[in-house]
């Protein structure tokens, strides 16, 4: 059996490339070293490296939340109109047609 290693799209992989160099730039605007952060974060220094490259095998919530201890805006300016955009997502859930909505049960054809 052959391991493939998993590839990501460009988009991905700038994305995840600009956010790491984001953290990065704030963690030492805010003079924080990478064990600073790492610690408040929860993580270990390694991962936190990682994250500062981009690395697309970290998990998103540590990149994420690293962000966010850092000081970088995470899809909007400030964090309180991030809930005002959940809610316009979810009312826009709520309108798609229910079978879109719920998965659907699967056929059981065992005879």
Same mark, same amino acid.
């Given at each position: 059996?052959?391991?493939?290693? %998993?590839?990501?799209?460009?988009?991905?992989?700038?994305?995840?490339?600009?956010?790491?160099?984001?953290?990065?730039?704030? %963690?030492?605007?805010? %003079?924080?070293?990478?064990?600073?952060?790492?610690?408040r974060v929860g993580i270990a220094r390694s991962t936190l490296q990682l994250i500062e490259k981009g690395d697309a095998k970290v998990e998103i919530?540590?990149?994420?939340?690293?962000?966010?201890?850092?000081?970088?805006?995470?899809?909007?300016?400030?964090?309180?109109?991030?809930a005002a955009q959940k809610e316009r997502v979810d009312d826009k859930l709520a309108l798609l047609p229910r079978s879109v909505r719920r998965p659907r049960k699967e056929v059981n054809d065992d005879f």
């Open positions: 059996m052959t391991i493939r290693a %998993r590839t990501y799209s460009t988009l991905t992989t700038e994305a995840l490339t600009l956010l790491g160099k984001q953290v990065r730039l704030a %963690r030492k605007q805010r %003079r924080m070293s990478e064990a600073d952060l790492a610690a919530g540590l990149a994420f939340e690293a962000a966010i201890i850092a000081g970088v805006s995470l899809f909007v300016p400030e964090a309180s109109s991030l």
